[in-house]
């Protein structure tokens, strides 16, 4: 059943309001009619399965049938936090991590970097990013759409390490530790009832530098390592978010 997400405040007692390019897509490309029913959220605390009532121009009025819970969310909570990669590389890390189950993006500036970052640019860069991942979340049947925050520079990205329960920081030189060694013990102490925040640090196509990798840890991160073969920087925010959800249990794991 194809699901949309709107505001709090298109939400009524009784019915809600689609509005904008997702009632032109209702109307237009899932050719919409009285009586058919959808899925809508507010990405917040309210989900519910709707009928619609009324297509007009640009806007869709539907009749709350029945609240729904919202029990498609992991409880470990991932920010992937990605070092701004060539071409359209973080659309693909923002679509498939969001499909995976991660609640926020942070881009940053690494010393590898090789974009040209340009402020003027970013307005619509993020725009681009917030609608693949709001497209990508009801694809997947989230509750939510995951956050799409503006670039930071390294300095910006190791002061907000505190806001978080665990920093694994993904390095391909790291011989010793592997994620799993990691991730496994701290889960295994989280009540079954409990989740924890967690953001998975991600470098860009020429990996880390050693002093990135020093700097990091001495901002409270994990040096951790992603198995045998070196995965492209696009690739390694899925398989790291992917194994966390795994060891939770979230995919059938332990």
Known sequence: MQRYFVTPEQFGADTVRIDGEDARHIAKVMRGKAGDKLIVSDGVSREALVEIAQIEI???????????????????????AQSLPKADKMETVIQKCTEIGAVGFVPFLSERTIVQYDERKESKRLDRWRKICKEAAEQAHRNIVPSVGSPLSWKQLLQTFSEYDAVYFCYEKEEGLQLRSSVAPWIASLSPQSGGKVMVVVGPEGGFTPEECLKAEEAGAVSVGLGRRILRCETAGMVAAACILYESGEMGGA
Do not use: A, D, Q, Y
């Open 58 to 80: 640009g806007e869709v009025t539907v009749n709350i049938l029945e609240s729904l819970e919202m029990t498609h969310e992991p409880r470990i909570k991932i920010t992937v």
